[in-house]
């Protein structure tokens, strides 16, 4: 068995505009000051690095490295989030993601997409110039105003939305093939890839690519009321990448999984810190651990109560106390012993002429 690493810690929802949050440099330092081995950067925040720079220079990438090891901390993943959600964007959802893309591109649909590619190819340069193995994204939608239905969908119209997907993604894949680097999509409502069926769909679609694998988030399934163990039992073999986040699912007579449009505090399925939540997080470490998980486990800090200092600070050693330093051998092996064929042919009761 392998050794989960960690605790890391994801900065997007650090990042902000005073310090110690308004840098690389600052951040990191803070966050090896709470615990963190490992920072999963945003590749879009200039304030963190420049994605278009690092697919160009072996040198800035080894600088990156540097300044975070100066604070013991190394980088876990990119994250490309955002620039993965512009490679398929249903046109209803136009307005509303322009603002994940620069403004040169605002409007122009095609445009935004061709950046995004772009975007996600030199994410996988970035990502082997730094040394990685995986990066988190998201698939992008093209279907998720389909995900009820109701209106009936047309034959075929699933089948050809993911084929569709694929044609969108094989050329990205490719890639990061060409760089030995895994995409690894966050299964997330809202993305074309959000539970285990979907993603099967997306694997058929791109022939099984072996660069087509799973960022692991037990909240996003919590909310979808997902077996989110049996999910680590089904696609372990294609899990590379972990974000450890709790949620909690409280059903009420006013709300249930679709949250009747409320706020965050008021619906029945709500991220938490670390902890606050439902989610069983020494079963999902032990699976994680027995079936040879060795990347990062790293915290994505999403809570509706909770202060995010308070949040990334009982994160680091929650993380800590759920790694498991794998067994080397079995407890009861004292009990045995060596293997003795005729031995065990007479405690069997088996006479052999």
Sequence with gaps: MKQIKGPGILLAQFMGD???????????????????????????????????????????????KGR????????????????????????AYDQLFDAFAPEAVHGNSSARQEWATDQMKKAAVASRRLGLKSCASFSGSLMWHLAYPWPQRPAGLVEEGFKELAKLWVPILNTFEENGVDVCYEIHPGEDLHDGATFERFLDAVKGHKRANILYDPSHFMLQQLDYLGFIDRYHSRIKAFHVKDAEFRPDARTGVYGGYENWQD???????????????????TKLTKYGFDGWAVLEWECCFKHPEQGAAEGAPFITDHIIRPAEYAFDD???GEADADKNLQILGIKRS
């Design 334 to 336: 004292f009990a045995g």
């Design 68 to 91: 975070c090891a100066e604070h013991g901390i190394e980088i876990t993943e990119l994250s490309t989030h955002l620039q993965g959600q512009l490679v398929a964007v249903h046109p």
């Design 267 to 285: 619906r029945a399925g709500r991220f938490r810190s670390l902890g606050d939540g439902m989610i069983d997080f020494k079963q999902i470490f």
């Design 18 to 64: 005073k310090a110690p949050y308004n840098t690389l440099d600052t951040i990191v330092e803070w966050v090896a000051s709470l615990g963190y081995k490992g920072v999963q950067i945003p590749s879009n925040d200039i304030r963190c690095m420049d994605l278009d720079l690092a697919a160009e220079s072996q040198d800035y990438c080894d600088d990156l």
